[in-house]
């Protein structure tokens, strides 16, 4: 079972390490290991130092270089208060138990981490659900070196699971929780169905994107209902539903949990029958922070999930939030009027070229142009009502 009591008494520092090799740029790894200082800081730690090597290919015992190693336990064995190592990528067994062996604090690689992540922000059955059989087809490869990972006493990130109360070292017993979980989520996923059955005719309209661009804080402005939102990544596990009405036409909209690059796979697996909601609605959302120095790679993890989901064909309605963000850290003071708004006028056009399909820019946060965001997302359920259902119109 998920340990719901595992919550950090106090914050745990942390070193994260990441490889630069043949399939991964020394830029391209930095941007992933700020997202992983992120992701710690999410659970709960404080990354205080970031190591990384350059190797064709990562080392097959210890992921990293011998010496590379030997220089992280150093510097940990020097602070003294560093309890946790983050590998960037995914490890082994074996290699965590490696690792370990040296560095003598407690390792995790990304997947882990998330994982963690998704653990202690699982609210309902089936979140808890999903997220325990996430753990299991995690843990499953690892079983040889791992035991001893997961029995670890004393809470902290990255004991969130199902290993630390009872040890199981036989694989079949694991493939048996495994497949108890998978009926579990087929029963809930089955009830969830009948419930979306029993919603009516109604266009349905999903926001989809990154994690942490802002979709529960513009469900919130848009439905006036009250989703969890913050500043942190992965604070909506859940789909939240709910019916809303502008310009007298009915819909539904729901709000989704965010993608994130490298997404475990079998986390991906647990969760689509949350993602059906995506799969399953009309219009999609996509809501896109701007201001974040790397928007585009964003939007490119979320249009390849979103292929991967077979929901790449739907209309899309592209939504560049935080754009008051963007005009503070983009523009200079000194600049006139005039030319800010030829550059945001030249950075639209650019948008509907390149997507091909509506785009709004807009602020959640300061109730920015979210009038021409409902006139817009209004256009299109209607046209998407008139097509579906000529024979009746709810508006």
């Not at 996430?134 to 990972?149: F, T």
């Amino acid at each position: 079972m998920i340990d719901k009591k595992s919550k950090l008494s106090q914050e745990e520092k942390a070193v994260l390490v990441g490889l630069v090799h043949k399939n991964q740029s020394e830029q391209q790894l930095k941007e992933y290991l700020n997202e992983l200082a992120f992701l710690a800081e999410t659970a709960g730690a404080e990354a205080v130092k970031t190591f990384y090597q350059k190797l064709p290919h990562p080392d097959s015992k210890t992921f990293i270089g011998k010496g590379k190693l030997e220089e992280i336990a150093s510097y940990i064995q020097s602070k003294g208060d560093i309890a946790i190592a983050i590998f960037d990528d995914e490890l082994t067994g074996s290699q965590i138990s490696n690792i370990e062996k040296v560095l003598k604090v407690k390792v995790l690689d990304r997947s882990d981490l998330i994982l963690d992540i998704f653990a202690s922000r699982a609210k309902t059955a089936q979140a808890k659900a999903q997220v325990e059989l996430a753990q299991y087809q995690y843990i499953l490869p690892r079983l040889r070196g791992m035991w001893k990972h997961l029995e670890r006493l004393g809470g902290g990130i990255g004991t969130r699971g199902p290993g630390e109360t009872e040890i199981e070292t036989d694989r079949r017993l694991v493939r048996e929780k495994i497949s108890l979980l998978r009926k579990r989520l087929s029963e809930i996923d089955k009830q969830a169905q009948t419930q979306r059955k029993n919603r009516g005719e109604l266009i349905r309209v999903a926001f989809v994107g990154y994690t942490n661009v802002g979709k529960s804080t513009l469900m919130n402005v848009l439905s006036k209902s009250e989703v969890f939102a913050e500043n942190k990544l992965f604070a909506t596990l859940d789909t939240t539903t709910r019916k809303v009405v502008m310009d007298n036409t009915p819909f539904l909209l729901s709000d989704t949990v965010g993608f994130i690059r490298k997404l475990p796979h079998h986390l991906v697996e647990s969760f689509k029958s949350t993602l059906d909601e995506v799969k399953e609605s009309d219009i999609l959302l996509h809501v896109i922070d701007i201001s974040h120095p790397h928007y585009e790679d964003q939007m490119a993890v979320v249009n390849k999930t979103l292929q991967e989901l077979d929901c790449h064909n739907k209309p899309v309605i592209y939504v560049f939030n935080k754009m008051d963000l963007y005009i503070k850290n983009t523009f200079d003071e000194w600049l006139d009027k005039e030319t800010k708004q030829q550059l945001l006028d030249d950075l639209k056009q650019r948008w509907l070229n390149e997507t091909n399909s509506a785009c709004v820019f807009i602020s959640a946060l300061e109730k920015e142009n979210l009038e021409e965001l409902r006139a817009v997302t209004v256009g299109k359920v209607r046209d998407m009502y008139q097509v579906r259902y000529p024979y009746k119109t709810p508006f």
